[in-house]
């Protein structure tokens, strides 16, 4: 018996709906290796990589592949910073961020990570905020949302939260700033720092199922 249209369509969209969750999931794959490859290049003092290591250093033969001049030039344009961040009120346990004077709405544990990655709340080497240690970010998401500490979990919110500014704003998604020794961070400047005033992040994002 030959099958209905409805049938055929049904199962065609099944196979398109399989194929994009492997391709989301292989992007997110390249994205968590990509994180690897930005954190390997140490940062000056003014926050921008530095190509390589002290001159005359021999290459290690574990040294990361190297990172495409186009992801190269959004990671130094990443280091400026962005001169404000605001909150705009909570919906469902997440929150809208105003970036840039652009509005970005995002779900409770991509919201969670970057009001973690904002706060300015500790010593910087440069005029944007702190970075945060890659094991404190686990432990203070996994505390909110009652979950277990993972590095895989934090590449994967990393990766979500990159492409909503992406996706919602048009934002560099290397304002989320990876460095393999001092941790993340979200590239907003500091109290005090050049090009404006930041705006003060409302406290705590209520967790709730996203």
Do not use: W
Request: charged residues 30%; positive net charge; proline residues 7%.
């Amino acid at each position: 018996m030959k099958p209905s249209r409805n049938h055929t369509n049904g199962d065609r969209n099944h196979k398109l709906k399989r194929i994009a969750k492997q391709a989301s999931k292989l992007e997110e794959a390249i994205d968590g290796l990509l994180c690897e490859s930005e954190g390997a290049a140490p940062l000056q003092s003014d926050g921008v990589r530095t190509k390589g290591g002290s001159r005359g250093r021999r290459r290690s033969k574990s040294r990361p592949p190297a990172v495409p001049a186009s992801t190269t030039r959004m990671i130094l344009e990443a280091a400026q910073g962005i001169p404000a961040l605001g909150m705009n009120g909570a919906y469902d346990g997440g929150a809208v961020f105003i970036i840039n004077e652009l509005e970005v709405k995002l779900p409770p544990k991509p919201a969670a990570l970057l009001e973690i990655l904002a706060a300015d709340d500790r010593p910087s080497p440069d005029l944007l905020v702190g970075f945060k240690p890659r094991s404190e970010v686990e432990e203070r998401l996994a505390k909110k949302f009652g979950l277990d500490p993972s590095n895989d979990a934090l590449n994967n919110l990393i990766y979500r939260l990159r492409r909503e500014l992406e996706k919602q704003a048009g934002l560099n998604r290397y304002y989320i700033q990876i460095q393999k020794h001092l941790g993340l961070r979200f590239a907003l400047r500091r109290n005090g720092g050049s090009a404006g005033s930041r705006t003060r992040l409302n406290p705590g994002i209520v967790p709730a199922a996203d």
